[in-house]
């Protein structure tokens, strides 16, 4: 079994036994990333010399018999979304190509405060907005198990970094299904937990009442580790939940036997490819079979999810991203008044994605349309919500659904079309608009591309999600050889 | 629902955006697309219903009111594009 494919109990065991130190554990994570990542492109910043020190001191604690955890010492990656201290922190936008953060984002202290050695910063679509990360504005990440396609957004660096093993686990964000979809076309675990899990402090944010934190990992156990660790309130984020952290790890042992797994009919309607339908179908005889009972039930509201998120997140992102303005930070187009420091700073900066947002939210919130979008659209976020409140207060314990309507599309396939872009997170929108807990399992493929299943769960019912995600999982399927597709499909390094 | 030049440049200047010539006409076709679909919002009956500007029932976290150290001056002020004792710099606005 190669080093590579192993789990982070398996890694631990191996650090445990001295078949490998953590030194050479992350050395090999870097080597591997110098070998295939001019591929794959997942990484905007590598940082060897802090990974290297970062694994040494966990071999100098494991060696003192200080170990803090089951992550310690274990090479992972972050989306650079999350601020590092003293790490360039892009956004993977030009008007923070030269952002180095002062402090950490919560999330990733308490990963370093557990001994996770951090291989580097991955892709995404410009401050998160995107299903493709081909809204970067430095290049677009190849989907490792084919490299003329998406490995989806805005996550996408994430996820393929996990899927190619360039990191054991890393951590993304998801607005509206920036983790789900790309842990589905890349054919990883993915978690988006229930909004306020996870502290937001440190996040670059896009739309406030949206964004969550997840976490991509070879299998689902490694999640449950990886949230465990990464959960719980934090007084600098009055959003994140006062609630305990629950026993993932726990749960994932426990039994499906007599849960209730929903099915909604509105996520099965048109639109969404029939072996999509099938493969989905068949995760529900799977849950049956494992003694769990399948029940149809209908939210009715769901079609209006997806033009509801694109008013939200837009007028949230027009409001957060007024603070690129070229005075405290970022790059700044220099000009005589401060008027045109503002304008020049933000119209060369910003990519024309992320402008189109802004315009949108700006659109939506302005005098005279604030009622007709803005509000209106908070009323519809209420029928949504109570939609789901309805189904998992009538005995639902998760339901299940497609992740995406198809497999992962091909890079520039719809780069000049927003609209049908947009489409793809048809099914994984409703889930931030409502608030809920929301995970993706990879389970089958068509024609070779991976696509996973999507578990949906009330608030902070992560227990029951990694239960169900452990009676469904399927064991990990490894991408074709990379630097093989590169030649073959005459891609250069 | 059609947007216009006048629009997309009123709204462009709000969020301190300068929008070229040459992309106006793609601005207002993918803005006009995605307005449309916003649209079909309009459709919903929503007399009476409540608004949700936030998901979890959190109301009033507090923490205790007591001084901690804070970043010092040199880290907050490195990023920023020009600094004078100890500020940030900015052209003269008066």
């Known amino acids: 079994m190669s080093i590579y494919d192993m789990t982070i109990n398996q890694l631990q065991q191996q650090l445990n036994d001295k078949n490998i130190s953590s030194y050479e554990l992350t050395k090999k994570y870097l080597a591997r990333i110098e070998e295939i990542d001019p591929v794959?492109?997942?990484?905007?910043?590598?940082?060897?010399?802090?990974?290297?020190?970062?694994?040494?001191?966990?071999?100098?604690?494991?060696?003192?018999?200080?170990?803090?955890?089951?992550?310690?010492?274990?090479?992972?990656?972050?989306?650079?979304?999350?601020?590092?201290?003293?790490?360039?922190?892009?956004?993977?936008?030009?008007?923070?190509?030269?952002?180095?953060?002062?402090?950490?984002?919560?999330?990733?202290?308490?990963?370093?405060?557990?001994?996770?050695?951090?291989?580097?910063?991955?892709?995404?679509?410009?401050?998160?907005?995107?299903?493709?990360?081909?809204?970067?504005?430095?290049?677009?990440?190849?989907?490792?198990?084919?490299?003329?396609?998406?490995?989806?957004?805005?996550?996408?660096?994430?996820?393929?970094?996990?899927?190619?093993?360039?990191?054991?686990?890393?951590?993304?964000?998801?607005?509206?299904?920036?983790?789900?979809?790309?842990?589905?076309?890349?054919?990883?675990?993915?978690?988006?937990?229930?909004?306020?899990?996870?502290?937001?402090?440190?996040?670059?944010?896009?739309?406030?009442?949206?964004?969550?934190?997840?976490?991509?990992?070879?299998?689902?156990?490694?999640?449950?580790?990886?949230?465990?660790?990464?959960?719980?309130?934090d007084e600098k984020d009055s959003t994140s939940t006062p609630y305990p952290i629950g026993d993932y790890r726990g749960a994932c042992q426990r039994d499906v036997k007599g849960m209730k797994i929903g099915m909604p009919k509105e996520f099965f309607e048109e639109g969404i490819d029939p072996r999509t339908i099938e493969i989905v179908k068949k995760a529900a005889e799977k849950f049956a079979a494992a003694g769990a009972e399948v029940i149809e039930v209908s939210l009715p509201h769901t079609k209006y999810a997806l033009p509801a998120y694109y008013v939200l997140a837009c007028a949230e992102a027009s409001s957060n991203l007024a603070r690129y303005d070229g005075v405290r930070y970022g790059v700044r187009v220099d000009k005589p008044t401060l008027e045109e420091i503002f304008c020049a700073t933000r119209s060369a900066g910003f990519g024309e994605e992320v402008k189109r947002r802004i315009l949108l939210g700006t659109y939506a919130l302005s005098s005279g349309y604030y009622d007709a979008y803005y509000n209106k659209t908070l009323q519809v976020r209420t029928l949504i919500k109570e939609d789901y409140d309805k189904v998992f207060a009538s005995g639902i314990d998760c339901l299940l659904t497609p992740v995406t309507p198809g497999p992962a599309f091909k890079l520039g396939e719809m780069l000049d079309d927003p609209l049908t872009m947009y489409m793809t997170d048809v099914c994984t929108v409703p889930i931030n608009i409502a608030g809920l807990a929301s995970m993706v399992v990879p389970f089958a493929d068509i024609e070779g591309l991976p696509v996973g299943v999507q578990l949906i769960g009330a608030p902070f019912s992560e227990e029951k999600l990694f239960t169900a995600a452990s009676a469904v999982e399927v064991p990990r399927r490894l991408p074709p050889d990379i630097l093989k597709q590169a030649v073959e499909k005459g891609v250069e390094r | 629902m059609a947007i216009t030049v006048n629009d997309v440049e009123y709204v462009a200047k709000l969020a301190k955006l300068t929008i070229a010539d040459e992309e106006m006409d793609g601005y207002i076709k993918k803005l006009s697309a995605i307005l449309d679909y916003m649209q079909q919002l309009q459709e919903i009956d929503t007399n009476g219903v409540p608004l949700t500007t936030h998901v979890l029932p959190l109301e009033n976290i507090f923490r205790k009111d007591e001084v901690k150290p804070c970043l010092p001056r040199e880290k907050v002020l490195a990023n920023a594009p020009d600094t004078e004792d100890g500020y940030f710099k900015v052209p003269k606005i008066f």
């Open chain 1, 40 to 233: 794959i492109h997942a990484y905007i910043t590598v940082t060897p010399e802090a990974a290297l020190e970062a694994a040494k001191a966990s071999d100098e604690r494991r060696a003192r018999g200080e170990l803090i955890g089951d992550l310690d010492g274990i090479p992972m990656a972050l989306k650079d979304i999350f601020c590092t201290d003293g790490i360039l922190t892009t956004c993977a936008s030009k008007i923070l190509a030269n952002f180095v953060p002062p402090y950490n984002a919560t999330c990733w202290q308490r990963l370093a405060d557990v001994g996770a050695v951090l291989l580097g910063k991955c892709n995404l679509d410009e401050f998160a907005m995107g299903s493709s990360t081909e809204n970067s504005a430095y290049f677009a990440t190849r989907n490792p198990f084919d490299i003329e396609r998406t490995p989806g957004g805005s996550s996408g660096g994430s996820a393929a970094a996990v899927a190619a093993d360039l990191a054991a686990y890393t951590l993304g964000t998801d607005t509206g299904g920036s983790v789900r979809q790309p842990a589905h076309y890349c054919g990883v675990v993915g978690i988006k937990p229930t909004y306020g899990l996870i502290s937001r402090f440190g996040i670059i944010p896009y739309a406030s009442s949206l964004d969550q934190a997840g976490v991509f990992a070879k299998n689902v156990y490694d999640c449950a580790t990886v949230l465990e660790a990464v959960s719980g309130h």
